[in-house]
């Protein structure tokens, strides 16, 4: 069973950085995607940035420029560094994965794992 497991959320101010986690487990194969979604009170969930398991990745506009994700392999751990933040990036951000060959992508659907999420807190 895929577990994924966020951390390093927290309140900064606007033009500050912060870095948020997810730690995986429970799968050993090499293919896979992985990617960091977010929800506003009041709005939809929406994709941030994802990346597949040959380190392909795809941004959001709103955040293309300022967000970067990555992933240690070694660690089983994705990572999304956010800087420059603005107030618009307050969310609840969650961690998504899914196993096997597939493509870096925006798309809720395309994701059968989820975190519980960690909250980033962007202050004017």
């Given at each position: 069973?895929?577990?994924?497991?966020?951390?390093g959320?927290?309140?900064v101010?606007?033009?500050?950085?912060l870095?948020?986690?997810?730690?995986?487990?429970?799968?050993?194969?090499?293919?896979?995607?992985?990617?960091?979604?977010?929800?506003?009170?009041?709005?939809e969930?929406?994709?941030?940035?994802?990346?597949?398991?040959?380190?392909?990745?795809?941004?959001?506009?709103?955040?293309?420029?300022?967000?970067?994700?990555?992933?240690d392999?070694?660690?089983?751990?994705?990572?999304?560094?956010?800087?420059?933040?603005?107030?618009?990036?307050?969310a609840?951000?969650?961690?998504?994965?899914?196993?096997?060959?597939?493509?870096?992508?925006?798309?809720?659907?395309?994701?059968?794992?989820w975190?519980?999420?960690?909250?980033?807190?962007?202050?004017?």
């Amino acid at each position: 069973q895929v577990q994924l497991v966020e951390s390093g959320g927290g309140s900064v101010q606007t033009g500050e950085s912060l870095r948020v986690s997810c730690a995986a487990s429970g799968y050993t194969g090499s293919n896979y995607c992985m990617g960091w979604f977010r929800q506003a009170p009041g709005k939809e969930r929406e994709g941030v940035a994802t990346i597949d398991s040959d380190g392909s990745t795809k941004y959001a506009t709103s955040v293309k420029g300022r967000f970067t994700i990555s992933k240690d392999n070694d660690k089983n751990t994705l990572h999304l560094e956010m800087n420059s933040l603005k107030p618009e990036d307050t969310a609840m951000y969650y961690c998504a994965a899914r196993m096997g060959i597939c493509s870096a992508t925006l798309e809720e659907s395309d994701y059968n794992y989820w975190g519980p999420g960690t909250q980033v807190t962007v202050s004017s």
